[in-house]
């Protein structure tokens, strides 16, 4: 058999990426590594317990039941009011259901979709890294220009004043992250107020990624940009249930943002996936009538942050208190000198197990020693992770 011939080849110059100096993100590059590897995978975030099974019951129930078309294109009217009560019931304000809530593939289209529906050539966004890495491409690929907050370990902290001096002009969009990952940290009440200052008589636009809004340790507050109205009047507020409800795979999200905003956002969904998944949307429109199916999981994903951390703390990794989200970093710079890349292939490949080298997300690959672990993992994964790291000197 012939194998496939490639445009390229034939036609060199033809094909100019839009993206050249993209690869494959690395959350593929390491579970891949891991699965070939044959090493626990605390790299990618998901989790390898079930999700519930009365929620599964309720998806397979709307399918059985015939609800196997397409859904309306901003979501199932059910689900929207149903996120538009938890999000008064958590934050203070309301989101009107019809103009102001939209359910999304997930996360990362949710932010796709907003970054493309605002932002044109030449436009400016600020980000803060380290950056979950889908903003910059999604930036880039609608010809807009990543600027660079850095943020350092261990205490991540946002300098304000250096995000007043990147502002001119040309700056579209701020994008913040809370809880925050890779760091694991959260903004503070005073972060969101200076940020409330900074863009003050501008048109700047904001995105709020808060898909782990539900994971924040320490009896801790999550400061939503909703409760801050003039945060609010121009975000974009991006939440996933994927992390929340432990079924990454289904991808399901939504976006909340005022009706002018919206507006926008919907012209692209419609023509970037048009609406998502139907009987996971029924499913989920009734799941989330109980409110202890997401206000227990701080303390359910705090008990592992303390469990694994128990674990490990007479390791030589250096723990970085984690705050929010699933992640937990270690710095293992009492240990080796080696690029955090390297070391985290030699960990999987050596050790079996598997992480996320931090430097991935600074657009420079600042290389701080510090890796990313997943705890969204049973106790005894976790276990059987520490026990590795322990013998790691
Ligand atoms: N959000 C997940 C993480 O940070 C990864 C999602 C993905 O693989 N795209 O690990």
């Known amino acids: 058999m012939q194998p496939i011939k490639q445009f390229m080849q034939d ?23 891991a699965a070939e590897n044959n090493a ?6 998901f989790p390898d317990f079930e999700s519930d099974k009365a929620l599964i019951k309720m998806v397979s129930d709307a399918m059985a039941k015939g609800m196997n078309q397409y859904a309306p294109m901003a979501g199932l009217m059910a689900l929207r009011e149903q996120i538009a009560i938890k999000t008064e019931k958590l ?11 939209t359910v999304t593939a997930g996360g990362t289209q949710a932010i796709f979709t907003a970054i493309t529906a605002i932002i044109k050539e030449g436009d400016e966004v600020i980000i803060f890294t380290p950056a979950y890495d889908c ?12 600027m660079y907050v ?78 801050f109205p003039h945060l ?44 998502v998944n139907t009987p996971i949307q029924y499913a989920l429109s009734e799941y989330l009538k109980n409110e202890n199916n997401y206000l227990e999981l701080s303390s359910f994903y705090q008990q592992k942050r303390d469990f694994f951390v128990n674990q490990i703390k007479d390791s030589k990794f250096k723990i970085i208190p984690s705050q929010g989200t ?3 970093l270690l710095s293992y710079a009492d240990i080796s000198n080696e690029k955090d890349t390297d070391f985290a292939i030699f960990l999987t490949k050596k050790h079996k197990i ?40």
């Not at 898909?211 to 340790?217: C, L, M």
């Not at 430097?359 to 590795?388: G, M, P, Q, W």
């Open 326 to 328: 699933y992640f937990q």
């Open 232 to 275: 609010a009047e121009r975000s974009f507020i991006i939440s996933s249930f994927g992390k929340t409800f432990h079924n990454t795979g289904w991808k399901m999200g939504y976006c909340l943002a005022p009706s002018n905003l919206m507006k926008e956002f919907r012209k692209a969904h419609q023509f970037i996936v048009f609406s």
């Open 91 to 101: 934050y203070g304000v309301t989101y009107n259901p019809d103009t102001e809530i």
């Open 150 to 227: 850095q943020l350092f370990a261990p205490e991540y902290k946002i300098d304000w004043n250096h995000v007043k001096k990147l502002i001119s002009q040309r700056t579209k969009m701020i994008i913040i992250n809370t809880p925050h990952n890779p760091t694991g940290k959260i903004v503070t009440k005073n972060d969101m107020v200076q940020l409330e200052k900074i863009v003050q008589n501008t048109d700047i636009i904001i995105i709020s990624d808060e898909v782990y809004e539900h994971i924040i340790f320490d009896k801790q507050k999550h400061q939503s940009a909703s409760k």
């Open 40 to 45: 626990i995978n605390l790299s990618q975030g």
């Open 11 to 33: 036609y060199p110059g033809q094909i100019k990426s839009k993206l050249p100096q993209v690869g494959t993100t690395i959350f593929t590059v390491m579970s891949q590594l």
């Open 135 to 146: 903003y910059g491409p999604a930036i880039e690929l609608n010809g807009g220009k990543p």
């Open 354 to 393: 598997a992480s996320i080298p931090v430097s991935v997300f600074y657009h420079k690959n600042t290389d701080e020693k510090v890796l990313r672990f997943c705890f969204a993992k049973k106790e005894e994964t976790l276990k059987y992770a520490a026990d590795i790291l322990n013998k790691i000197v």
